[in-house]
């Protein structure tokens, strides 16, 4: 079974390159999620802990079965030992014979596949000629996004604002030498002021209004990514009912994403799609020039689903991954006991 560390994956993205990865993500991601009724999916079941939230994704394919345990808390920055607010581990199994195939870190899967999947949704529901992104909360996602919405826009200007000022320090640090503009702004409402599209990835566990109504023009597009837990939102609720709202899965999204907010019923009505229904066409996305948009993102078991296809079949490439055996090798199947002799 081939064990897939941080470090085997940072060289898998170095030997094929940070954008390569990212654009063949992309294109599996759309074909994953046009393949949507394929899936045998659930909502992933949570534990809310002091805190923090505990979650299990996991999901079944025609060929592989996935799943990732991730976390967060928001506060792990702020302590002494200073962890991280998110991590994640994950596997990939066959379903032929149940046999896992891959166990792998799923930290920066996560981030890499959060910022390919918005991207996606960026490209179909944000106006083509989106110049400006704002994003709000430069925290352990915020490159990834920026980089990746860079890849479906020709953004001109990055605008953005973290309460933490050396979370902005760190992103400026990051991104230096890029071609697009960075600005730095003392608030929220400066950093959104003229965006055309609005990222927000901050992460608190209650209901924040990071982004405030009056705040938004026509013809913005939002990413909401940091309201994906129960009791965690980022928008002021009068936001939601001028959106075109599309979440990733119903199911989840009425539990977890901003849309929490409405009884489920009303949620039913005030979403406009799920994205696999927008990728492929059956819905339309953008209409005009004046809607808003928002892409309610909570993460699902689906985007962990692609991430882990596309690592496997690059380690196969480039021949990389640990083989260790996490499973017995037995001559005999039925002789367990026989590994302890
Ligand atoms: P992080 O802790 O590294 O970064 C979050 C940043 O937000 C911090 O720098 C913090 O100072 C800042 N912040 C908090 N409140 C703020 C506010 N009101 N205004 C401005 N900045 C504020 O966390 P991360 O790993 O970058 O994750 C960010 C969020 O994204 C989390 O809430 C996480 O749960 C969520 N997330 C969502 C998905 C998804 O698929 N939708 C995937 C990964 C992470």
Redesign the pocket.
């Known amino acids: 079974m081939k064990i897939i560390t941080e470090e085997i994956l940072t060289e898998l993205i170095k030997k094929h390159g940070f954008e390569n990865y990212l654009r063949d993500l992309m294109k599996k991601l759309r074909e994953d999620f046009s393949r949507w009724e394929e899936f045998n999916k659930i909502p992933r079941p949570s534990m809310q802990v002091p805190g923090g939230v505990l979650e299990l994704m996991p999901i079944c394919g025609k060929r592989y079965y996935t799943f990732k345990y991730v976390n967060?808390h928001?506060k792990n920055?702020e302590r002494a030992d200073k962890l991280?607010?998110?991590v994640a581990t994950g596997q990939l199994s066959r379903i032929d014979t149940g046999y896992p195939l891959m166990v792998s870190e799923m930290t920066l899967h996560?981030a890499l596949r959060?910022a390919a999947t918005a991207a996606l949704a960026t490209n179909f529901l944000a106006r083509k000629n989106s110049k400006i992104h704002s994003i709000?909360?430069?925290?352990?996602?915020?490159e990834f996004l920026v980089k990746a919405l860079n890849m479906v826009r020709n953004i001109k200007e990055v605008r953005y604002?973290?309460?933490?000022p050396l979370?902005m320090d760190k992103f400026e640090k990051n991104l230096k030498g890029n071609k697009f503009k960075m600005v730095r702004c003392k608030n929220?409402q400066e950093a959104v002021r003229g965006a055309d599209i609005i990222t927000t990835?901050?992460?608190?566990k209650a209901h924040?209004d990071?982004l405030k109504n009056s705040w938004i023009k026509e013809g913005a597009h939002i990413n909401g990514?940091?309201g994906?837990t129960v009791g965690k939102t980022e928008l002021e609720f009068s936001i939601l009912p001028r959106c075109k709202i599309v979440v990733e899965y119903f199911d989840q999204a009425v539990v977890e994403g901003e849309i929490q907010r409405f009884d489920k019923r009303e949620a039913k009505k005030k979403v406009y799609a799920e994205l696999h229904e927008i990728f492929t066409g059956k819905k339309s996305a953008r209409n005009n020039e004046k809607e808003i948009t928002l892409y309610d993102?909570?993460?699902i078991a689906l985007e962990d689903y692609s991430a882990l296809t596309l690592t496997y079949e690059l380690t196969q490439k480039y021949n990389l991954g640990e083989e260790l055996n996490l499973t017995p090798v037995l001559q005999n199947p039925k002789d367990l006991i026989s590994i302890l002799k």
């Not at 604002?161 to 933490?164: A, I, K, M």
């Not at 990835?201 to 608190?204: E, H, L, N, P």
């Open positions: 967060c928001p920055p991280m607010t998110v996560t959060t709000i909360g430069t925290g352990a996602q915020s604002f973290d309460t933490d979370a929220t990835c901050t992460a608190c924040v990071v990514l940091g994906d993102s909570v993460g």
